[in-house]
């Protein structure tokens, strides 16, 4: 009888090993099914002596397991971390080498945050649920193959997915949403991680784990910030900026062709800043890079409210010709009576560059501290024969443009700086200021250097000559860039090109100060570090690093998504735009601002006051009826119109008899004259004397008006 007690309580105690053991995670979700390796077989619990073999990474013959990823550490001491009491590898086998020949080419990376992920992933193969981590995915749909990855948990899957994209190109086809689905859980039943699962610390982390801010100041010493959602919803930012005017006010720019306003508490205001999508020609596939590319602000916006644009358009004279379309630059003038819209029938174009293709557009336009506009385009993957078919309408592609808009020259919207390098070249457009760029993503000048009056301008270029790989630029006159060589090389991050940001010059993060953030398209954030940044450098004198995000729950929110581009805000603080989708149609762009957790959001020292945005009360401004007022304030008349402030009419010939000109080539005449230049003489009648004699009063009276308005002015 007491044989038979043991027998039944030694069966109860292995169902209850084998069935209680299935809970995992923090839910306490129980497993539909007991307990299996991933051929069906129970898992066993490992003795002192198995364990110390797993742990040593040995076969029989004591060679050592290590792994390829370069997440650091074998596998099998990464696994027996992952499952220490119950295991499905083999007791003198490490965990490497139980995985299939295909999973190691796939799971090879030489980025340590992605690889140790991997070599988490690969342990999956020893969970004790390894069969309905596996075998739960869709197989009937791929019966002649077996999955390469286990059924992930949701936040595990879009982790994995945006750390490892740009560094396993090849798993990862679909985006972030139709990966999941697929790999993803669907219902309540297990998913990997099937452990409570601890995020490794270090300055190589790309994700801070699920600690409060207190815990991230006390354990995160190095590079661990936050990206803060600002806003959601939006289609395709490309860029945001701010005017400088002491508003506060962000701007920011959706490629379809409009530009949104966050007021100062960053609230979106319902109508747009601008709207000219009917002019805008954009793209919707991806790496097409039509659409509206840019904006930027005059310095001494908050007076003459001149704004500046560049976008892509294919229409009136250029509809015909060899090339795909034209990249416009234009001039637009904020309301006299609305701050927060621009007057679109104040647009003076100031130049027009015909493309044959897509691709290497760039198009961003920036002032320098001299208060020069700066033009950088891309070389549209143009060749030498595209040229000669265009008949050299493409002679600044590839090039830096700078100009000088702060003219009074009328007939022309810009005039050329003596000092271009070309000012005098017979050879090379005047405008050019410097040359052979590739692929330009974004441009910044380095505020702090402004502020000192010197010029530092750095730009992202993704390399011609391998399209994984692309470089950083410090932009100085009358270089050529095909041979000159960078400030630092970038290396292959998946075939993504480079997305530059900005030298970060703001209050609220004191370490991050005097760093360069940038990131790639595939939505990897990094920074450049050296210790000055006013002098000329090399490549050995910077230092890249990954930029450490934390998670939603640390955060509040994490960085998602495709980078689109970068912003800075009044106070120097950076901004970052990125998308789920690459479609243009789409509404799942977001803004996010960049937070040190270390520090308040708003330090006192930071905080500055909200000026609000004043309406133009310049002279030209509201006394140029018939024309347009150039950047520094003289009144340019449109055809018809003549003095100060275009206020005359002008009449050709001029009005005869007394005749007095009302509007470009009419004339009002005096009684007893008709005609176009009041030329015909006519006697009135008796009972038109009366009437003929207040006309000529009110003649006499205009004209009077008129020649004192001209003395006034």
């Not at 747009?272 to 602000?297: M, N, T, Y």
Request: proline share 5%; glycine share 10%.
């Amino acid at each position: 009888m007491k044989h038979l007690q043991f027998v039944l309580v030694l069966a109860i105690a292995v169902n209850v090993w084998e069935c209680g053991d299935a809970k995992f995670g923090e839910r306490g979700e129980i497993s539909p099914r007991r307990r299996r390796c991933y051929d069906g077989s129970l898992p066993k619990r490992l003795k002192k002596r198995e364990r110390k073999v797993l742990l040593d990474g040995t076969s029989g013959g004591g060679s050592s397991s290590t792994s390829s990823s370069g997440g650091g550490g074998g596998g099998g001491e990464v696994c027996h971390r992952l499952y220490p009491r119950v295991s499905c590898c083999p007791t003198r086998r490490a965990a490497y080498q139980i995985l299939h020949s295909r999973d190691a080419r796939i799971f090879s990376t030489n980025n340590t945050e992605c690889g140790r992920l991997l070599e988490e992933i690969k342990c999956a193969r020893c969970s004790p649920n390894a069969q309905v981590l596996f075998h739960s995915l869709d197989m009937d749909k791929m019966p002649h193959r077996e999955p390469d990855l286990p059924r992930l948990c949701q936040d595990f899957c879009r982790e994995f997915y945006y750390t490892c994209r740009g560094h396993i190109p090849e798993l990862f086809q679909a985006d972030v949403d139709e990966f999941c689905q697929y790999y993803g859980r669907r219902d309540s039943s297990l998913c990997f991680p099937d452990f409570q699962r601890k995020q490794p610390q270090g300055q190589d982390s790309n994700y801070l784990g699920d600690e409060t801010i207190e815990d991230i100041s006390r354990k995160h010493k190095h590079n661990c910030y936050c990206a803060h959602e600002v806003l959601s919803g939006l289609r395709q930012p490309v860029a945001v900026l701010h005017c400088g005017d002491g508003s506060q006010r962000l701007f920011v720019l959706e490629r379809e062709g409009t530009v949104r306003i966050l007021n100062h508490d960053l609230e979106l205001i319902k109508e747009p800043f601008l709207d000219i999508h009917k002019l805008v020609q954009s793209g919707l596939k991806g790496g097409d890079e039509r659409g509206l590319l840019s904006l930027a602000f005059h310095p001494n916006y908050k007076k003459n409210g001149k704004l500046y644009v560049s976008y892509t358009t294919n229409q009136e004279r250029w509809a015909i010709g060899p090339h795909d379309h034209i990249l416009r630059v234009v001039e637009y003038t904020v309301s006299r009576k609305n701050p927060n819209q621009v007057d679109t029938r104040t647009v003076r174009v100031l130049m027009e560059v015909a493309e044959l293709h897509r691709k290497h557009l760039g198009g961003q336009l920036l002032f320098s501290p001299d208060g020069l506009l700066h033009i950088i385009l891309g070389d549209g993957m143009i060749t030498l024969d595209d040229m000669e078919e265009m008949d050299g309408l493409s002679d600044f592609t590839g090039s830096v443009l700078r100009v000088d808009v702060d003219t009074d020259c009328c007939t022309s919207p810009y005039s050329i700086p003596r000092n271009n390098p070309y000012f005098n070249s017979t050879n090379q457009p005047p405008e050019i200021f410097a040359h052979g760029l590739h692929d330009p993503g974004r441009c910044a000048v380095d505020r702090l250097q402004m502020e000192n009056g010197s010029l530092l301008i750095l730009c992202t270029d993704a390399s011609g000559k391998n399209a994984t790989s692309g470089r950083i630029l410090e932009i100085t006159k009358g270089k050529d860039y095909e041979n000159e060589p960078s400030v630092y090389d970038l290396h292959s991050s998946g075939g993504a090109p480079p997305v530059g940001g900005f030298i970060y010059r703001g209050c609220q993060s004191r370490r991050l100060y005097g760093s360069y953030v940038f990131g790639d398209k595939n939505g990897n954030l990094r920074i450049l570090q050296k210790s000055t940044l006013s002098t000329s450098a090399t490549g050995e004198q910077w230092q890249e690093k990954a930029l450490c995000l934390g998670s939603a729950g640390s955060c509040g929110s994490m960085l998602m998504g495709h980078i689109l581009g970068f912003g800075e805000d009044e106070q120097g603080e950076v901004y970052i735009l990125a998308s789920s989708k690459s479609l243009a149609q789409s509404h799942s762009g977001k803004l996010y601002k960049l937070m040190d957790p270390k520090r308040p959001h708003a330090p006192k020292e930071c905080q500055r006051p909200v000026e609000p945005p004043e309406l133009l009360m310049t002279a030209c401004s509201r006394h140029c009826k018939n024309g347009h007022c150039t950047p520094t304030g003289k009144c340019c008349c449109s055809p018809g119109w003549e003095g100060l402030f275009c206020r005359v009419a002008k009449c050709e010939p001029v009005c005869r008899n007394g005749g007095v000109c009302m509007e470009p080539n009419k004339c009002l005449c005096k009684s007893g004259y008709s005609g176009t230049q009041c030329e015909k003489s006519e006697r009135g009648m008796p009972n038109d004397q009366e009437k003929d004699g207040i006309l000529d009063h009110i003649i006499d009276m205009t004209s009077y008006l008129l020649d004192l308005t001209s003395y006034i002015v």
